[in-house]
């Protein structure tokens, strides 16, 4: 019995020494120097940590934790220290001192706030140099009455800034009222329209003006009444440069789109001639002539269209009276429309080889006008030829583009020859 006692007692003290030298291990861990591993150790509180180390705050446990660097991290520890600071190499920097970070972080707050003052004071100048769009209409008109009656070369980017803020600013149905009611066609277009002799300042106005009349009927009625459609044919009879004859379609399909009394006026008198002229000249290039078949077209669905629809409607009749006296078509033929685009088709199938959507245009306006000029067109042979080149070219390519264009050209050679499994080239 007294062996057995014996024993437990030595086992008992033998359990004591053991937690006291465990207890005295984890105090010596504490303050001692933290090793460093490639595995996540747990750093204790108050103790020292080398430079260098990938350091962490376990989200689970909430207890900091440090490893040794992989090679892909180097340079992104938290304890890593900038070039050129004047700190002992050997000295380990406590997590809880860090006073190089710290000075940066409000160097940094400083900064921010200098910014947002600097934002806010920006700010405030931008509301005192504010304008509405109104304002700056009435600036550049004033701006442009400004300007001297005599060209002058210096004057020129200035003049051809104002007209570009307003060809964006006249896109609104209301900023294009304003303009119109404050005088802006009167001072500053139909002077550079009718007198100006520099072509730059021509175009840019005529795209202010294509701008102002884009389906804004009251617009159309006001550059109608000033007489903007004859000036304007009279460009394009007279004009080889491709830039002025460009913005003039467009301003003169601007003003007559949707407008049968205007297409009555301008189209009986100059206005079909100046087109066909376009597609006549050898001198005008392909694309031009495309923008004039393409405005044809329009001009003459848009009056199938309205004559269709009108039919039932009681509202309508007016419009519909307006247009029935309308005769496009027969204008065109007068005016040799039909001749026009066969030979721009015939000497220029070489150069539609290449350009896609052009020879959709094209195909789009004789498709339109087909009972119109199918007598002729049919029996050309320069044409044929053209469009079945064309044809063939498009329906042996990886495009899609163009092999969506061939199936056009072939349902407009079976209409027109009557042969569609004829071949060519």
């Known amino acids: 019995m007294r062996g057995n006692k014996f024993i437990a007692f030595a086992a008992s003290v033998l359990v004591l020494a053991g937690l006291q030298v465990t207890g005295a291990t984890e105090i010596e861990n504490k303050t001692g120097e933290f090793v460093a591993t490639k595995e996540w150790q747990v750093i204790a509180e108050g103790q020292a940590i080398p430079k260098g180390l990938h350091v962490r705050i376990n989200l689970q446990t909430g207890l900091k934790e440090a490893k040794l660097l992989d090679e892909t991290e180097r340079g992104t520890a938290l304890q890593s220290q900038q070039e050129g600071q004047a700190a002992d190499e050997n000295e380990p920097l406590s997590l809880d001192y860090k006073p190089d970070i710290i000075e940066e972080s409000l160097r940094r707050v400083k900064e921010k706030k200098k910014s947002y003052a600097e934002l806010?004071?920006?700010?405030?100048?931008?509301?005192?140099?504010?304008?509405?769009?109104?304002?700056?209409?009435?600036?550049l008109i004033d701006q442009y009455r400004n300007f001297s009656k005599t060209p002058l070369?210096?004057?020129?980017r200035s003049k051809l800034d104002s007209l570009e803020n307003l060809e964006y600013l006249l896109h609104q149905i209301d900023n294009a009222l304003l303009f119109i009611d404050i005088g802006g066609l009167d001072d500053v277009l139909l002077p550079i329209v009718v007198n100006e002799t520099n072509t730059a300042l021509r175009i840019s106005a005529m795209r202010v003006l294509g701008s102002l009349a884009s389906n804004n009927p009251k617009a159309q009625i006001k550059v109608f009444e000033k007489n903007f459609g004859s000036h304007l044919a009279q460009i394009l009879t007279s004009s080889n440069n491709a830039g002025e004859i460009s913005a003039a379609l467009h301003a003169f399909?601007?003003?007559?789109?949707?407008?049968?009394?205007?297409?009555?006026?301008?189209?009986?008198?100059?206005?079909?001639?100046?087109?066909?002229?376009?597609?006549?000249?050898?001198?005008?290039?392909?694309?031009?002539?495309?923008?004039?078949?393409?405005?044809?077209?329009?001009?003459?669905?848009?009056?199938?269209?309205?004559?269709e629809t009108s039919k039932d409607a009681p509202d309508a009749a007016s419009t519909m009276a307006q247009y029935v006296l309308l005769e496009f078509q027969p204008w065109l033929q007068t005016h040799g429309y039909c001749a026009a685009v066969d030979n721009v088709m015939a000497k220029s199938y070489l150069h539609l080889l290449e350009q896609p959507e052009i020879v959709e245009q094209f195909a789009t306006a004789l498709e339109t006008t087909e009972?119109?000029?199918?007598?002729?067109?049919?029996?050309?042979?320069?044409?044929?030829?053209?469009?079945?080149?064309?044809?063939?070219?498009?329906?042996?390519?990886?495009?899609?583009?163009?092999?969506?264009?061939?199936?056009?050209?072939?349902?407009?050679?079976?209409?027109?020859?009557?042969?569609?499994?004829?071949?060519?080239?």
């Open 120 to 139: 806010r004071k920006a700010y405030k100048e931008f509301q005192k140099n504010f304008r509405t769009d109104g304002e700056l209409i009435v600036q």
């Open 153 to 156: 070369e210096s004057e020129l």
């Open 253 to 307: 399909g601007a003003l007559l789109r949707k407008f049968p009394l205007a297409q009555q006026r301008i189209l009986s008198t100059s206005g079909t001639q100046a087109l066909i002229k376009v597609l006549q000249s050898p001198d005008v290039e392909l694309r031009s002539k495309s923008k004039v078949v393409t405005l044809i077209s329009d001009l003459v669905q848009e009056k199938r269209f309205v004559l």
């Open 371 to 425: 009972d119109l000029c199918s007598s002729s067109w049919s029996q050309s042979s320069g044409l044929r030829h053209a469009l079945l080149t064309v044809r063939n070219r498009y329906a042996n390519s990886q495009d899609e583009y163009r092999l969506e264009v061939s199936q056009v050209l072939s349902k407009l050679c079976e209409k027109l020859f009557n042969k569609p499994k004829h071949t060519e080239l």
